[in-house]
């Protein structure tokens, strides 16, 4: 099966630009979940889809994160504007229930100028 | 809410040698636990899983953890070190009300010739 797949791998754009990351999860799987790790930190939960749902979305930093999941198929994360410390590399996860594992994504790597 | 520390950002081992990389974990229900890999320029992928049932898992790659209720933990070990081991470690646990997974911060593993 295919896995979790994150588009793009990297991107790099100014302060005060826009950025819409995609997610496309493990087909099925119902829980989608998006993740940040600033370089040198530990990696935080952001939030937490069930189908199109947002289940928990108590990680989300601010207003200038949108996170979308029409259809409860793939998910966008967007960030706007993006400011300097919303670099880091940015993770999706799928998994069928939410007591199971959960398959990540290789991340997208956002570098803000 | 649940919570994992992991002791030691770096570790270094000889190849050959025992690997420990520590984990402890603070949940209010009795935790899911996790522990994954990430290797350069990939995402994170599963290397075993602790839910219910015996308390010593095994894992991919000759890994194993021990749940250890009495002292919150969920150590990772590996009798013999490899180079091919090399790479970032996290543990996680899943113990809220919530069912989201929170990771500890990472511990970098160096295997030297």
């Known amino acids: 099966e295919a896995g979790v797949t994150q588009f793009p791998s990297h991107s790099v754009i100014e302060k005060g630009q826009t950025v819409t990351l995609r997610c496309d999860p493990i087909s099925g799987h119902d829980n989608l979940y998006w993740y940040r790790r600033v370089m040198g930190k530990e990696i935080k939960f952001l939030l937490h889809?069930?189908?199109?749902?947002?289940?928990?979305e108590s990680g989300m930093p601010n207003n200038r994160f949108l996170a979308e999941r029409t259809g409860g198929t793939y998910s966008t994360l967007k960030v706007q504007p993006a400011e300097l410390e919303d670099s880091g590399v940015y993770f999706c996860a799928s998994s069928q229930t939410t007591n199971q594992p959960q398959h990540f994504g290789d991340g997208t790597r956002l570098s803000i100028l | 809410a649940q919570s994992v520390t992991q002791l030691g950002s770096h570790v270094s081992v000889s190849e050959g040698a025992l690997v420990l990389l520590r984990c402890n974990y603070s949940s209010s229900v009795p935790p899911y636990l996790f522990w994954y890999v990430q290797y350069p320029n990939q995402g994170l992928q599963l290397l075993l899983k602790y839910t219910t049932g015996a308390t010593l898992v095994k894992g991919i790659n000759g890994f194993e953890a021990e749940f250890k209720k009495s002292e919150t933990s969920f150590h990772l070990t590996k009798p013999s070190a490899h180079m091919s081991d090399a790479a970032e470690y996290f543990c996680a646990v899943i113990g809220g009300n919530n069912n989201d997974m929170r990771f500890g911060a990472g511990t970098r593993l160096t295997v030297k010739p």
């Open positions: 889809f069930v189908k199109e749902s947002k289940q928990d």
